[in-house]
């Protein structure tokens, strides 16, 4: 027995490794295209789009684990019951009771690991994206205003500076074009400016003096002087859906829940998203242990239709508990379902049909969905021909 569970967990391992690195790639392609204006024509060193992509993983490997754990064990499962092994292991005494053990242990671990995720790495990585994300785009504020061309780095703004200092950040002969307000462009015209970047604040200002502001609408054109005049860049529109303002529930440690629950109101909708968060930072890692013993009897019940077909009706099953789970968050948040049953739901049907299943399985019984289509479309067509 030693060396049968040794055997399926080496086999689990190298399943969920190779699913949740292929995961991880398509997630980050989509975050890369997200985030395309981040580096798209940026002088960024390779090693800090490298550094930002791993401070964004965390976010979603609580929702990436789950589903590799349940494939991972799936497939190990579905391959022994098409080769028979599971088969030559009952008729050699050996029951499905004794092979809980290896899918309990590798859950239990892929438990641990995402309630870590969710309670800690998610806060930390969301942190140090922002400090890290700050961090560049100084940088590449201060170096990227060329001097004697239009610099246009940031959506919808133009800057051009005849002269700039890089040590001081001043600039000399400024003109920008701001069509951030599409409605009334503006020409902002100064001999001389300067450069503010407050990284706590998440903010870039471009300080102008003795200018003039040229504006453009529909109706007339106006001119105004000033003393003074504050660019505040949109950082928001630099960084796609990453926002540096004040942190959602999702980004939030489990201490900061706690402390934001206490200040908002329990009728609010941001108090039913705190809580809603709460109860997803422990309801996604028990669906590992959920996931991973309803993948058992789902890997017994679907051998001879093959691997391929296999895999792609495991995902759908995924797909139905990812959409019950999205359905009672949204129940949830407009307050339709209690709070503390909204995200449970799908961890309790799986559940029960996890053990139905093992139920089933235990009494020496033996379901096979193909050779059960099979005989249907076999019963189908002969009545029709008998008709």
């Keep these: 027995m030693k060396i049968l569970h040794r055997q399926i967990l080496k086999e689990v391992t190298l399943i969920f490794a ?17 985030l395309k204006d981040l580096f798209v024509g940026q002088n960024i060193a390779i090693l800090d789009v490298l550094k930002t992509f791993f401070f964004l993983s965390p976010s979603f490997l609580s929702l990436v684990i789950p589903i590799a754990c349940m494939l991972s064990i799936f497939l190990c499962f579905l391959r022994m019951a098409t080769d028979r092994e599971l088969t030559a292991l009952q008729v050699s005494g050996i029951s499905i009771r004794n092979l809980v053990l290896s899918p309990l242990i ?6 641990a690991i995402t309630l870590y995720v969710s309670l800690h790495l998610i806060s930390w990585g969301i942190d140090n994206f922002r400090k890290t994300a700050l961090d560049m785009i100084k940088s590449q504020t201060e170096l990227s205003v060329q001097p ?12 051009f500076a005849q002269q700039s200092d890089l040590e001081t950040r001043s600039l000399l002969n400024i003109f920008i074009r701001d069509e951030t307000r599409k409605d009334s462009p503006l020409n902002i015209v100064a001999p001389q400016g300067r450069i503010i970047t407050d990284t706590r604040q998440g903010e870039i200002f471009f300080i102008l003096e003795k200018g003039r502001i040229y504006r453009q609408d529909q109706q007339e054109n106006t001119v105004a002087s000033f003393a003074e005049y504050r660019l505040r860049l949109d950082l928001f529109g630099l960084i796609g859906n990453i926002e540096l303002g004040d942190k959602d529930p999702e980004e939030m440690s489990w201490v900061e829940l706690g402390q934001a629950k206490i200040m908002k109101e329990p009728e609010s909708r941001t108090y039913r998203l705190i809580v809603l ?14 996931l991973g013993f309803f993948a058992v009897p ?6 001879g239709v093959g691997r391929n077909w296999g895999l792609f009706l495991a995902i759908i099953c995924f797909l ?7 359905a009672g968050y ?45 005989k249907l479309l076999r019963k189908q067509k002969d009545v029709l021909h008998s008709e």
């Design 18 to 34: 190779v699913t949740l690195s292929s995961m991880i790639s398509l997630i980050v392609i989509g975050r890369m295209i997200d």
């Design 298 to 303: 789902l890997g017994m019940t679907l051998q």
């Design 320 to 326: 139905v508990y990812y959409s019950l789970f999205t």
């Design 277 to 290: 968060e709460q109860h997803k930072r422990f309801a996604l890692p028990l669906a590992c242990l959920i």
């Design 148 to 159: 004697g061309v239009f610099n246009q780095f940031l959506p919808g703004i133009a800057i």
């Design 330 to 374: 949204s129940l949830g948040e407009v307050g339709v379902i209690p709070l503390f049953i909204a995200l449970w739901i799908p961890n309790l049907i799986f559940l029960t049909m996890a053990l139905a299943g093992f139920y089933f399985y235990c009494q020496g019984r033996e379901f096979n969905i193909h050779n059960f289509i099979t």
């Design 106 to 111: 590798f859950s239990l671990a892929a438990f």
